[in-house]
DNA sequence: CTGAAAGCGCTAACAA
DNA sequence: TTGTTAGCGCTTTCAG
């Protein structure tokens, strides 16, 4: 096993070690650590004995500066706790994980300025790649993203200008598709519940196209109810039931998730309202961990698996310029579309 | 702005640009940026001015090989789908938001090969410390560690010995607390509903203590179904109505986490069993993401922000051999306990 | 308060 | 197939 000497502060290990140990210089034990160019399997061998048994880890510090070859991509998000990113790291993690690339996480918590201060931060490390969330930054990260010189992937959404490439959906789209959807199921009493947050672009982005949509309809959201804080069932519930006391006419809600959406949708139950036919529900973003829920919330699926994969790929294959956006899938569920069966009992 | 020459591959800028620009040694450059000596207001100013217009990035590769220095905290979970593992996080950043290092996240998917390749990589960083979830590594992660020679927090877990300080709850107590209060409730007929993962040992644990306290209680296990896969309220309904098939008389039912638990729930109350008069319930882990559901379902809080936060705490601190155990706090919900009213009305 | 020299631990490039 | 020599871009140390 490794040498314990007594408790003293030890060095860490260096090449230098691995190499008297096995009598090998030390650019042969960082070729053999490596598996660069062509090394005997006899000197392989007793390099390769020797690092383990002295417990030898690179530094990849010295190793990076000497190479300017860094394996790590910064990946920065707004969030963890937000079901939405994790899964979109699964994607990332997915495709990284056949190459040598590692990700590495910055929260931003959807403050521009901690933004600017992780991707410092995390462009100091001169990354391989930068896979961040959103399209819009400050002028300083702008900035800095574009002269890093690296693959930079903005992510999940498409409605702006981007830096270098891009993957995810349009958001605006997105919006319209759900009011278009929301129209044709014969629903006109439109309430909205959505988060207070004026920097989630991406939910404010839905609420425009959403309102445009219905507009072209001749309709208007006609009555709405924000919120801030995390996501939940309960806040839903809240939300729901203070609009629905505040506009007893809606027929339909739209929530800007679909935590809060799932939260309408029991309290709609708990006070026996018909749902879809006196009330039409619809949230944002797929989850399936509400899956088991009595009915299924209708919901706008954002492809974040395939964002993440395809945002990963772009990095790995160091392509630049690249613009992938996906296509939101409406699901219906079981909360909308069924108008017409509560118009035949009304 | 920054100065934007022709599209060619910029090299990154060095401290040696900055020092040309504003006319000042690299050395003054460095102590400015760093905020390190005395250095006049004019010349600071200079420099600040230069850094900025060129958009200069520091090369902490370089610095914290010169330093041998790094700022970064290796933070090692096997998963960012499972929601525990987020608000451990939040917990840890929060902490070291008040300090210069940096949290970096490595995930390991339950797999103990897994653990070993992303602590390997991570040590090759040079961390100041290490947060890594459990108590349980192979030989190799375990040497690792104890010869990183850096601070070294093991969380979530405190059955075993821990490598250096280590800050969670007892699984098996925990199981074991859940175990008394479901005799103390009058429930004999125990169900048990669970992952199937061998490599879960803080659920294997919690399983341990839980049939280990009803054994004393000369109760025992009455059935049980397992699975795999993500927790979801569909798998937890399905569990529920196989395993209430298979048996139904149990009277109580414990599951491994709130997410199948909720699904429990929700099954037992479609299916019109009077909960917790017929049949009481309890999940793990006190998830609030499911507070607005009809019943709160009765949990046992692991005190995953508090953990968090020690163990970043300890880290900042450059603390070692640190013992924190926190109590696993028992919800009663509204799932648990209410025996004797059904028995009156029976 | 400022600067010059040395070197962190590794790898590119070349030599043997 | 193996070894030698220079740095990578910074910071430490010491001198002015």
Partial sequence: MTDH????????????????????????????????????????????????SLGYVPNKIAGA?????????????????????????????????????????????????????VLYEMLSWRPSGVIIAGIEHSDASRAMLASAGIPVVEIMDTDGRPIDSVVGISHRRAGREMAKA???????????????????????KRFEGFTEALAKAGLEVHDQEFYSGGSALSKGREMTAALLERSPKLD???????????GGLLYCR?????????????????????DGLPQ??????AGRLDTGRAAARIIAEGRHG????????????DTLGRKTVFDAED
Same sequence: chains 1, 2.
């Avoid at 502060?9 to 042969?28: F, H, I, Y």
């Avoid at 040598?100 to 996480?105: F, G, H, R, S, T």
Wanted: charged content about 25%; aromatic content about 6%.
């Fill in 182 to 204: 929301i129209v044709k199921g014969g629903y006109t009493k439109i309430g909205f519940l959505g988060t207070k947050m004026p920097l989630d672009h991406r939910a404010r």
């Fill in 5 to 52: 000497s007594p408790d003293e502060a030890r060095r860490p290990l260096t090449l230098r070690d691995v190499s008297e140990a096995s009598g090998v210089s030390e650019m042969t034990v960082s070729r053999v650590l490596r598996n660069r160019g062509d090394v005997s399997q006899a000197t392989r061998a007793k390099v390769l004995e020797a690092a383990r």
């Fill in 65 to 117: 500066l000497a190479s300017s070859r860094v394996n790590l991509v910064a990946v920065i998000i707004p969030s963890l706790s937000n079901m939405v990113f994790p899964e979109v790291m699964t994607g990332i993690s997915e495709v990284l994980d056949d190459t040598d690339l590692q990700p590495v996480v910055g929260v931003t918590n959807y403050r521009p300025e901690q933004e600017e201060k």
């Fill in 252 to 262: 339909f809600l739209y929530f800007s998730n679909d935590m809060i959406g799932a």
């Fill in 322 to 333: 690249e613009r992938i956006e996906l296509t939101p899938r409406l699901e219906f569920g």
């Fill in 270 to 290: 708990d006070t026996g309202i018909d749902v879809p036919g006196r009330m039409g529900l619809a949230g944002f973003n797929g989850i399936d961990l509400l």
């Fill in 296 to 301: 299924k919330l209708a919901t706008m699926d």
